[in-house]
């Protein structure tokens, strides 16, 4: 069914406000959000999948950006943010966001879902079977350890257009030893960096692949939609506090599952299982 221009915008505007309230309460990007549904919308305006899923993967960058500020601002005033770490993964995970970002230009969009789709859906379910840390672990003061971590994970979120939060959280809470309300609060500081490489390393590879100008689905610069970005990002900002604030009512153990929960639904999503089944869902 072909999607007009003010039909995708009133759906990227409702998309936007579960994006803000995902990234505030989860301290992700929204990409397993973002990402599925402008994937759906570009291709239903008639854009070739292979397009299709790299401009979702730079405009969510775009969305994540601001989204991620605002999130980490809501987070530091409660206090659940370390800048020390989020900014030593977030530099680190930004230099290999745009080395993901251009790998992630010269492969076929089927390999880019369903790795997308495979990444969500691990990183879920090894929260899930994961045994939890011991009470009296803390985290390390340890900045080389965050920068081994940082520059892989990062270029992993560059292939596949995502801010990091939804990988790195299960890597901060299982192997770094961060409570769950540390991860999710200093996730949204990390994302404002690496949201930033990736999003160069999109915009310039699409500019070298000459795309740029008028589209169906508005403008492009580079892998990027402004008006997209643009619907995304009015709801997905304030949206954040909200998140942020119900984040901080809730139990670390119920805050897990919402997140394990999302996380393998939209793996399995974008790997293609519920088509398959033929459910519509």
């Not at 230099?95 to 089927?110: D, M, N, R």
Request: proline share 6%; with cysteine.
């Amino acid at each position: 069914m072909p999607i007009s221009f003010l039909t995708a915008i009133i759906v990227l505007l409702i998309t936007g406000l579960g994006v803000g309230f995902a990234s505030g309460l989860l301290g992700v990007g929204g990409c397993f959000i973002m990402i599925p549904v402008q994937y759906w919308v570009y291709t239903g305006m008639g854009m070739d999948p292979n397009a299709a899923i790299l401009i979702a993967f730079g405009t969510n960058l775009f969305v994540v950006l601001p989204t991620a500020a605002s999130g980490a601002y809501g987070h530091t005033k409660k206090g659940a943010v370390w800048w020390k770490a989020g900014i030593v993964l977030g530099l680190t995970g930004a230099v290999g966001a745009v080395i993901g970002a251009t790998i992630a230009a010269h492969l076929p969009a089927k390999i880019l879902t369903v790795a997308f789709g495979l990444a969500i859906l691990a990183g879920g379910v090894r929260m899930l079977t994961a045994k939890p840390p011991k009470i009296e672990e803390k985290p390390k003061d340890n900045p080389w350890i965050w920068a081994a971590w940082g520059i892989p994970i990062g270029i992993v979120t560059g292939i596949i257009g995502i801010g990091g939060g939804v990988l790195m959280i299960p890597i901060m809470v299982l192997a770094l030893k961060f409570k769950m309300h540390q991860a999710v609060g200093t996730s949204t500081a990390l994302m404002i960096f690496t949201s930033i490489g990736g999003l160069a390393g999109y915009i310039y590879n699409g500019l070298v692949a000459g795309v740029y100008g008028a589209y169906p689905i508005g403008h492009l610069i580079g892998y990027v939609n402004p008006e997209s970005w643009l619907a995304l990002a009015v709801t997905s900002v304030p949206m954040a506090q909200v998140g942020v604030r119900v984040a901080h009512k809730l139990p670390a153990k119920e805050l897990k599952y919402v997140f394990i929960v999302v996380m393998i639904y939209m793996g399995l999503k974008m790997i293609g299982v519920f088509s398959w089944l033929g459910l519509p869902i």
